[in-house]
């Protein structure tokens, strides 16, 4: 699904341009072999490129607009973002749009480990971190792996779609503790211990490559 969100509505338009050749009829690209031509087919097709996308300020109109999917049996979409700027795509903020954080972690199936370890934090007090909320009031989490080369035919991702938990104590929280640790030779100076593991349980797995 292609959508286009920006608190800023002449942003949120913009950022379309970026795709503007999806805004051309099929009679203007049939034959097209050039990708210059095609450029420019689709540099005068800019001023209609929003006509492919949802185009809102209100996140609660895109789920409005992606309900219907959703009652005809959908269950999992894909949503093409059309910025340049992808991270910020992907930033929180207080409306539980998605919260994206990198993380080191262990898969070991079907779970994947990740810690809530020492390095430095935004907060004094890691429950008060957003991913720890998140999970606290959420419980779904996503895991995304990618690898890129300039050869896009080289080019993978793996995203791990999951039911997410805290591991504080217990048997399960030493071995969460004790397979990071035997991962990441960091840990040797800076030993986890008593922290937080969070533990998602894999529930789908979707993947490409080049």
């Not at 969100?5 to 009679?27: C, G, V």
């Amino acid at each position: 699904m292609k959508v286009s969100y920006d608190t800023d509505r002449s942003r949120a338009m913009e950022d379309t341009k970026e795709w503007a050749a999806l805004a051309l009829p099929a009679e203007d690209k049939v034959g097209v072999e050039d990708p210059r031509e095609m450029e420019r087919r689709a540099k005068a097709a800019a001023d209609r490129a929003h006509t492919r996308f949802i185009v809102s300020t209100d996140a609660a109109e895109h789920l409005e607009k992606i309900a219907p999917y959703l009652e005809w049996g959908f269950t999992h979409l894909v949503f093409h973002f059309p910025g340049r700027d992808q991270e910020r795509a992907m930033r929180a903020d207080q409306y539980a749009r998605p919260h994206v954080v990198p993380i080191v972690f262990v898969y070991e199936a079907p779970f994947v480990l990740t810690p809530i370890d020492d390095k430095p934090k935004s907060v004094a007090d890691w429950r008060e971190l957003r991913r720890v909320r998140n999970v606290e009031t959420n419980g779904r989490a996503s895991v995304l792996v990618d690898e890129y080369a300039e050869n896009w035919s080289r080019c993978a991702w793996v995203r791990i779609d999951g039911v997410a938990e805290l591991l504080t104590k217990g048997e399960d929280h030493r071995h969460a503790v004790a397979v990071l640790e035997r991962k990441y030779a960091q840990y040797r100076n800076m030993p986890l211990r008593d922290a937080p593991i969070i533990r998602i349980r894999t529930e789908h797995v979707s993947q490409w490559h080049g």
